[in-house]
């Protein structure tokens, strides 16, 4: 009995278990650590907090100070009697104290501790097993005998009267501990391959939570970048609301000086014609007819202009010029939306100089170096370890940092390769050609096939393009090099991603026909390839 109070006393008054790491408080109250945080928890915002047995309130969250002499006491115990006291079954001959039981005898069906053990029959067909309740599962419910075998063929633990006499005679049957060992492999297998897919899933969640904080964070920057695009929008619609209405008050006043100028011509006209109006009521008047008759002709003091001609010249000049407002109109609106529409560009359009130094024989530049062609005559220029010995030839400036862009435009027909590559590329032999080495990148079109190249690997691109005008874009912090089409619609074509490791120049190979080198700026398409996703 004292043992039993001694247990209880090691019990937690929250969890009813035996303690846990345990701490104590001012009152001098004990319990785990994690129950007395947790209940501490649910009483943040109250007035005080309280001890959960004496209910002493403390104003402040106690600090709680780990009980090391009771520890030790709840170590020792358990490692006294661990087994008996982790199973938490009792003997069932102890009826005034609760014992922790040793074993369990299947033919008894009871459960015994080390004093009823010692005096317990060891006689074959009592079997003892470790402490457990679930005594009559350890029994055939036919035959009321232990089970010893596994049936095999009906996946069924059996006794030796089932296997020999009963309907499991004939069967394949196997010992208990030998098929639950074969039962445990399995279940191992099984297990580890439970254990590979859970990590699967796991690496499937973090990839998921990375790309959903990556979406998060691109769509603080997108909205930024939206934000500033409708800001340049509304500003330009700003503008030309303005514009459109400054053409509306130039007619209004150029309308109202040329009306104002025929109404003064007309008003001095009216002052005309009633002079002669008077003239002719004083001669309608006269009494003497010789002075009647010798005053010109009526008809001639008549003789007006027409005055339906200035009736048609009022409405002439008080008209607005509709088609002029509505080009304005038209023509700002135009210029906004093929702004957006052919918006790729970055803050600056890079001016891209061919280098005649590299340029090989069978290739001629334009005077301003911004058109390669090919060339049927030997160009004959100096031999230099810069020059390329096939139809290529790359630009001056090379570019190792920042965002930038430049546009070609190609011959039809034409066989050609537009990309950038480093400044050590090969300039004799197979390795010398843009994109089949790792030192240059291109967008090659032959036969009306397109393929990005790089490393002598190709991926080819949709048979649906139809454009002979690309622009090349290089973000190189980003490691990123990519091709768009700008024909109707406007579509990414491909990039590539790479660690640039030298600066980058920009490279042109000409098979037939020839390639421009152009580009423009525009304010709203310079915020829009920052708005754009690569695949748009």
Not at 126 to 153: F, M, Q
Not at 260 to 270: A, F
Not at 513 to 531: A, D, T
């Amino acid at each position: 009995m004292a043992s039993a109070d001694l247990r209880q006393e090691l019990d937690c008054s929250i969890c009813r278990n035996m303690y846990t790491d345990p701490v104590t408080l001012r009152c001098g109250h004990n319990f785990c650590r994690a129950c007395i945080d947790c209940l501490l928890d649910t009483q943040e915002g109250a007035e005080a907090y309280t001890c959960p047995e004496c209910r002493i309130e403390f104003k402040k969250r106690p600090v709680l100070q780990k009980n090391v002499t009771l520890c030790n006491i709840v170590g020792r115990f358990l490692s006294t009697r661990p087994d008996q006291e982790e199973t938490g079954i009792f003997c069932t001959y102890c009826i005034h104290s609760p014992v922790p039981a040793a074993k369990s005898c299947l033919h008894c069906e009871a459960s015994l501790c080390d004093k009823h053990l010692r005096v317990h029959s060891k006689s074959a067909e009592h079997v003892l097993c470790d402490p457990t309740t679930a005594l009559g599962n350890r029994k055939c419910s036919v035959h009321k005998k232990i089970l010893e075998y596994y049936c095999t063929e009906d996946s069924l633990c059996i006794c030796v009267s089932c296997s020999l006499a009963g309907e499991h005679r004939g069967h394949q049957v196997e010992m208990l501990d030998e098929a639950s060992e074969k039962k445990k492999k399995k279940l191992k297998n099984y297990l580890q391959k439970l254990t590979t897919k859970r990590e699967e899933t796991e690496k499937t969640v973090q990839r998921l939570q990375e790309s959903r904080k990556e979406t998060q964070e691109k769509v603080v920057v997108v909205t930024g970048k939206v934000t500033s695009l409708f800001k340049v929008i509304r500003r330009q619609l700003n503008d030309l609301e303005k514009r459109v209405l400054s053409e509306i008050s130039r007619q209004e006043q150029r309308v109202s000086l040329s009306v104002s100028e025929l109404i003064q011509k007309l008003e001095i006209k009216k002052d005309e014609l009633s002079g002669k109006m008077r003239h002719i009521e004083e001669l309608c008047n006269m009494s003497d007819p010789v002075t009647v008759l010798q005053e010109p002709d009526t008809g001639d003091l008549c003789d007006t202009e027409d005055t339906e001609t200035h009736d048609n010249q009022v409405h002439a000049e008080g008209g607005l010029n509709m088609g002029v407002i509505s080009e304005t109109l038209y023509a700002g609106l135009s210029d906004i939306i093929r702004g957006i529409k052919n918006g790729i560009y970055v803050s600056k359009v890079t001016d891209i100089v061919l280098d005649a130094n590299t340029a090989a024989n069978n290739i001629q530049l334009s005077g301003d170096r911004k058109s390669a062609s090919e060339s049927h005559k030997n160009q004959n220029h100096p031999e230099t370890p810069e020059r390329f010995q096939y139809r290529q030839v790359i630009s001056t400036r090379g570019f190792y940092t920042g965002q930038h862009y430049w546009e070609v435009e190609m011959s039809k027909p034409g066989r050609w390769m537009v990309g950038m590559c480093y400044p050590s590329i090969e300039r004799r032999g197979d390795q010398s050609v843009i994109g089949y080495n790792n030192k240059s990148w291109c967008l090659c079109k032959d036969n009306n096939q397109y393929v990005a190249l790089h490393d002598n690997k190709g991926i080819r691109l949709p048979d649906n393009i139809r454009c002979d005008r690309v622009r090349v874009y290089l973000d190189y912090g980003a490691g990123q090099l990519s091709f768009y089409s700008l024909c109707d619609p406007i579509r990414h074509l491909h990039t590539f991603t790479a660690t640039f490791t030298e600066p980058l120049h920009a490279a042109l190979l000409v098979y037939k026909g020839s390639i421009k080198i152009f580009g423009e700026n525009r304010e709203l398409g310079e915020l829009i390839l920052r708005f754009l996703p690569r695949d748009w």
